[in-house]
């Protein structure tokens, strides 16, 4: 009981009204926009980065940063298109694909959290690092699928009774998910200890090396969900996947009202940070703005927010 | 760990020191459980270096601590915490996010099997505590929503919950409303009921004759008294705090109608300062004394620019200023000496050079460039002058020990002409040798002319620098006196009304 | 600090000329003037930048916007000389541009006091669409105007032009953090910022300074870049940003702040060129020139910890 009342704190309140403001005003200025059609396709495209989005919300909470999640994007795609061509099976390219991930995620965990190298330089240096092994595999091609799988297909853009897209479930039952662990597990808690105050984290005997570690894990192997619902929509593995997507990521979920501190903000500030400046992308391109005044509106946003977030900081 | 068959805890003849100060000489005393022990005492008196040698963060140097009869070491704050000895800091050591049952269980969470936190438990048994230690208190609250006494019972609490012997309280009640204190006084006394031990730190008298059992006085790091409460009063307890001979004074020359070089008037913030209305004379040696909290620092970071004013203006040689930051201040002749040295003073990256040379760097520019070997020269000399244990003015400044690296702070505005200098606790960590060197600098300098506003909490630099004494207490100017006619009892005793 | 970096720059020193050797070894191509040229072209449009970001890191902050707002000069360069036919007015546009960001950067961090990390990857997104909005298209070379392609193309006895305009600002940055006034504020700023400000320094106003002193020098880059193209391109400065910082990092300034040297960044982008180069002299596919960043990225700032660990 008292975890429901937790879960409408007073940020994410103010998030949720700022939504709905978006979301009513786009329904009554595009005839577009306000359609089942349109809705569900906004929810399958929020999808791959609600769910990056989730992981990086978990880590940053944690107290630190992988900003490499763009490239990784593009990396595990790798083995799960080639081993999908391989293997024919579309099970076995999403377990390696799943299995790279986690390995990128503990090594960029061993050595920021065991060799103390700070986690945005180690993070800095992988961006780079998968990148060029992702030009250099691919050649600069993309990789396609060749098995052309229905159920391959489904995970990016089939939709249930051929309405709510599986993208979206896939996401939204992750953010259920998440939500329950940070909020009501054990270890969830030890998350934000950590990330909130690690002094007194460690004289509660917390293990916060394992615990950091298996926080950078969570937010690779989620990414590379990411990848494969990214990967089904393209129907490739593309070498230019992914581009620029950990700044996507950090201004939804700093919108959201995540701290890049850690130790404070919700998965549910996050998503909704997600969905704020998804919904404004396509509520202007309903209303035919160009694509290039969206990136503008979303720049011009998470100052607005986080300026208002420093002011009512200051104010008490 | 041993909360039911504790009996005491017996510190016996502990001493410590730091390079070029002793902070504890000799130090004995008998912490009884069930029972609250009170300290007291000057600031600098020992009092928070022996708290942190209980919590494990100093090490002594010579003494011994036993545990009923067992000797027992402390060598890290996770031994103290296991031997049961729980310090309640002015800052929390909580996780602010949390709620207060989070944190009560913050060790081991209630769960099930799975990991699953049961929060109706957790809750429940949260209130059972608070219930026991007698104080209300929604426990699904976030700490950083809670008052500050509120977060200090949370503590105390939290110290109940991992099963303390002895829990210790410093300053508890400075930023606590007279109800507030009811609230704690009660919580102590069941704390009292459940065979804890209670070490009281506290400058206020009349506290101590509310809540305590016996009291301990330190001064200079020294033991002065030890008595049970029914055996001392008031003006035993000042004396033994304050009463020095005061050593003699330096030669002040009578300011007699001598020019306004700074006037301070209605001065308020929004945190702390009150209405703070002075004047200063040129070559005048303004003492401010009070005890913490009072508002001194913030006195001195207002008249500086570097906290906003939120009404109330300075006039500095009859020029006004009502809103201003550091570099105007600076330029207008006014220099500040932090007391948060760490924090505040050394530029950790840089050098003892840089350091000194960083407000006054635009004398030793040439055409573009810094003359490094201006700098040099002039570093050595206040290195020598001061006499700043140092192989060569190149050094880290971290490397310094903290009374040179004071050293180095202070000199660091001596570069420069100024009309004023605020000093906020400018011998704290300064050995006794160096003291009256920079004491003497100081009278020097306001010989000359300069005006001094010497914010402190030592007693004797008070009296034998200052021509007239300010007492603050809660962001008020409460007093002034004339140095040369009053005694350190009345300055005390006006710093607690 | 100073003896830390003093070490750090020799070894990075000694690891370049080592490279070097090495190189030279492997294929006597790479001391051909040509190939020397080459790389000191392309370490030019990084270096100009990376001065102003060494010098912003040293402060305490950072400028994410730096690649999207080169790629905006190089349309407006181009798209003003177009129309106007004077270089002279290209540049004044392009001055006026960069100071503008530059002081909302500045202002952003310093009155809304929003983090710089956000404030200039928010600056980095409205970049990004806004280039889109001043023009959809690429602006190509209609001017011809000789001078203009001799900024990127040219060469002043035998040296390309763009590593004599980095040459031309080279020396006032080398000497900047170490030997001026201001270069110690920045320091100080970036290592404690109250002690700074308690020292008399002006904050605020240094690092508004720091903010547009880094957009002034992408406008530089970004008008060579531009000649070398021969194009306004919207997205040929895309990355540009992480290049930058990496090498920067790289060089062994600080990312906290309070450290920072611009000898450390010239070689460390000087390190990195060279290995760029040797990666096509040695025929090793061009892809690793990404992953050898990353990788000694990672390796050198991991060196670097153990040693100040080690000093202290």
């Known amino acids: 009981m008292y975890s429901i009342l937790q879960y409408l704190k007073k940020g994410e309140l103010a998030l949720f009204i700022i939504f709905l403001i978006v979301f009513v005003f786009f329904s009554f200025s595009s005839e577009y926009f306000f359609s089942l059609r349109n809705l569900m396709n906004v929810s399958g495209q929020l999808a791959i980065t609600l769910i990056a989005a989730i992981g990086f919300a978990v880590l940053l909470i944690a107290g630190e940063v992988d900003i490499s999640i763009g490239s990784l994007l593009a990396f595990v795609a790798l083995p799960l298109i080639q081993i999908m061509n391989l293997t024919e099976s579309v099970a076995l390219g999403i377990i390696a694909c799943l299995i790279f991930g986690a390995v990128i995620g503990l090594i960029n965990g061993y050595l920021s959290v065991y060799l103390r190298i700070s986690s945005l330089i180690v993070t800095l240096g992988m961006l780079f690092i998968l990148r060029g092994i992702v030009y250099l595999y691919t050649g600069q091609r993309p990789i396609s699928d060749d098995l052309y799988s229905d159920f391959f297909f489904n995970i990016g853009n089939g939709k249930l009774l051929g309405v709510v897209p599986y993208a979206a479930i896939i996401a939204f039952l992750i953010l259920a998910v998440f939500l329950f662990v940070m909020r009501n597990t054990s270890y969830g808690r030890k998350l934000y200890a950590i990330g909130g105050n690690a002094e007194v984290a460690r004289l509660a005997g917390y293990n916060i090396k394992l615990i950091k570690l298996s926080a950078f894990v969570i937010c690779s192997v989620l990414s590379s969900i990411s990848a494969i619902l990214l990967a089904s929509r393209i129907g490739s593995a593309n070498h230019i996947a992914g581009d620029l997507f950990e700044f996507q990521v950090v201004a939804a979920v700093v919108l959201g009202g995540v701290s890049l501190a850690g130790g404070i903000g919700t998965l549910a500030g996050a998503a909704l940070g997600v969905m704020i400046l998804a919904i404004v992308s396509n509520g202007l391109g309903m209303l035919n703005v160009e694509s290039q005044w969206q990136m503008v509106v979303n720049g011009i946003i998470i100052i607005i927010a986080v300026g208002f977030d420093e002011l009512k900081r200051k104010k008490s | ?497 | 600090m100073i003896k830390t970096i003093k070490n750090n720059e020799t070894i990075l020193f000694f690891i370049f000329i080592i490279l070097c050797i090495f190189l030279s070894i492997y294929n006597p191509q790479f001391y051909s003037i040509q190939n020397i040229n080459s790389i000191l072209r392309s370490s030019s449009t990084v270096m100009i930048v990376a001065f102003g970001m060494t010098i912003l890191l040293t402060s305490g902050e950072v400028d994410l916007s730096v690649g999207a707002l080169m790629s905006f000069v190089t349309v407006i360069v181009m798209d003003v000389i177009n129309i106007t036919g004077s270089v002279v007015l290209g540049f004044i546009a392009v001055f006026l541009f960069c100071l503008f960001i530059g002081l909302i950067n500045g202002f952003v961090r310093t009155i809304l006091n929003v983090n710089s990390l956000i404030a200039t990857l928010a600056m980095m997104l409205i970049l990004q669409g806004s280039v889109y909005v001043y023009s959809m298209a690429a602006i190509y070379n209609t001017h011809l105007i000789p001078f203009f392609t001799f900024i990127g193309q040219g060469f002043v006895f035998k040296i390309p032009m763009p590593v004599i305009i980095m040459l031309f600002i080279l020396p006032f940055f080398v000497l900047f953090l170490n030997f001026t006034r201001f270069g110690r504020y920045f320091t100080a700023i970036g290592s404690n910022s109250d002690a700074a400000s308690l020292s008399g320094i002006n904050n605020k106003k240094f690092k508004i300074i720091g903010f547009v002193t880094t957009s002034l020098l992408v406008g530089i880059s970004g008008i060579i870049l531009a000649s070398l193209m021969d194009t306004g391109q919207q997205g040929s400065a895309k990355g540009f940003e992480l290049i930058v910082i990496a090498a920067v990092l790289l060089g062994g300034t600080s990312f906290k702040g309070g450290s920072g040297t611009i000898v450390g960044t010239i070689l460390g982008i000087l390190i990195l060129k060279v290995i760029d180069n040797g990666i096509i002299l040695m025929g090793i596919s061009q892809e690793f020139q990404l992953v050898v960043p990353g990788v000694i990225l990672i390796i050198a700032v991991y060196f670097d910890n153990l040693r100040k660990a080690q000093d202290v």
């Open chain 2, 1 to 497: 760990m041993f909360s039911n068959s504790f009996q005491f805890l017996h510190i016996k003849e502990i001493s410590k020191e730091f390079p070029g100060v002793k902070a504890l000489d000799n130090v004995s005393m008998k912490i009884k459980a069930g029972k609250v022990h009170a300290l007291m005492g000057e600031n600098g008196a020992g009092k928070s270096t022996l708290i942190k040698i209980l919590a494990g963060a100093y090490s002594k140097d010579k003494g011994k601590i036993f545990f009923d009869d067992n000797e027992i070491s402390i060598n890290s704050p996770n031994d103290s915490l296991k031997l049961g000895i729980k310090v309640v800091y002015q800052e929390i050591s909580l996780i602010p996010e949390f709620t207060v049952g989070e944190n009560i269980f913050l060790e081991k969470f209630p769960t099930n099997r799975f990991g699953i936190l049961k929060w109706k438990k957790l809750y429940k048994e949260c209130k059972d505590l608070f219930n026991k230690i007698g104080f209300n208190l929604k426990v699904n609250e976030k700490i950083s929503n809670l008052s500050i006494s509120e977060q200090q019972i949370v503590e105390i609490a939290r110290a109940i919950f991992q099963k303390a012997s002895i829990v210790v309280m410093d300053e508890p009640t400075s930023s606590l409303t007279p109800n507030e204190i009811k609230k704690l006084f009660n919580v102590i006394n069941n704390l009292k009921k459940n065979n804890i031990a209670i070490l009281y730190i506290t400058h206020k008298i009349d506290e101590i004759f509310q809540i305590a059992d016996e009291v301990t006085v330190l001064r200079d790091g020294k033991l002065i008294s030890n008595r049970p409460i029914n055996q001392t009063s008031e003006e035993i307890l000042v004396n033994d705090m304050v009463g020095r001979a005061v050593e003699s004074s330096f030669e002040r020359t009578l300011i007699a109608n001598k020019e306004n070089v700074l006037t301070v008037k209605n001065l308020t913030t929004k945190t702390k300062l009150k209405n703070v209305s002075f004047d200063l004379s040129k070559g005048e040696i303004l003492g401010f004394f009070g005890l913490m909290g009072a508002g001194r620092t913030e006195l001195a970071k207002a008249i500086y620019g570097y906290d906003k004013v939120s009404n109330g203006f300075i006039e500095i040689e009859g020029k006004r200023f009502s809103a201003f930051n550091t570099s105007t201040m600076v330029k207008n002749g006014i220099g500040y000496v932090t007391e948060d040295r760490k924090g505040e003073g050394i530029v950790k990256d840089m050098n003892l050079r840089e350091n000194m040379t960083l407000p006054s760097l635009e004398f030793f520019e040439n055409l573009f460039f810094v003359n490094r070997i201006k700098e040099k020269n002039i570093s050595n000399e206040y290195i020598k002058k001061f006499d700043v244990k140092t192989p060569s003015c190149e050094r880290l400044i971290t490397l310094l020990s903290g009374g040179n690296q004071q050293k180095v702070l202070l000199s660091r505005w001596l570069l420069r002409e100024l009309k004023i200098i605020i000093l906020d606790e400018p011998t704290r960590g300064v050995d006794i040798g160096a003291k009256t060197e920079v004491l003497s600098l100081i009278n020097d300098l306001a010989k000359e002319g300069m005006s001094v506003l010497l914010m402190t909490s030592e007693m004797n630099d008070l009296l034998s620098l200052s021509d007239r004494i300010m007492v603050m207490a809660n962001g008020e100017i409460k007093a002034e006196f004339l140095s040369n006619n009053v005694t350190q009892e009345e300055i005390f005793k006006a710093s607690v009304s």
